[in-house]
């Protein structure tokens, strides 16, 4: 009776699957960063507990030039940590994006078949009330034009009743019996 209504379950279903398949996708790359950003911290620590471990042996000009050496390494480290974290966040983009595209190819056809139907069929309901609508108007003016037949046929009726009377009354006025 309704096709949308018919059809909206099964894109209900595919929105819902989609929408799991996007957000389990991003909750994954969520998860990739956050052990990026555990593995830096661990590293970090390490290192620190290293210069910490050997600032008790080392003289302190050694030790202030193992910190430097740690310090040289910073933009180097922060930038394969840059690489890392936009290599995740562009995977999870493709990904995201193939899921939604693949999902949008697997329902959106159908969907579309969906309303394409739903519009041709109410394309023919319209048809269908306006040839209705078109019969009742040919129906009220035949209707219309009935009561003047009837008007007419009356009043044609009324005449011809009419002039036999006449007749009538001149028939028996003109007739012998009465004149005498």
Known sequence: MFPILQSSAPAATAQLEAFFGITK????GLQQL???NVQTVKAVFEESASVLASGSDVKP???MGFQWTLFAEV?????????????IVR??????LKEARSQYEQYGSGMKGAFESAMQQGSSQVQKSIASISDVASSAH??????????DASESTVDSVTGATNASIELVNTSPKHSA
């Open 75 to 87: 933009p180097e480290k922060s930038a394969a940590y840059a690489r890392h974290f936009f290599q």
């Open 61 to 63: 000009g050694d030790f």
């Open 34 to 36: 956050a052990d990026l």
């Open 25 to 28: 996708r991003y909750a994954m």
């Open 142 to 151: 035949a209707a219309s034009a009935a009561p003047k037949l009837i008007l």
């Open 91 to 96: 995977e999870t983009e493709a990904d995201i």
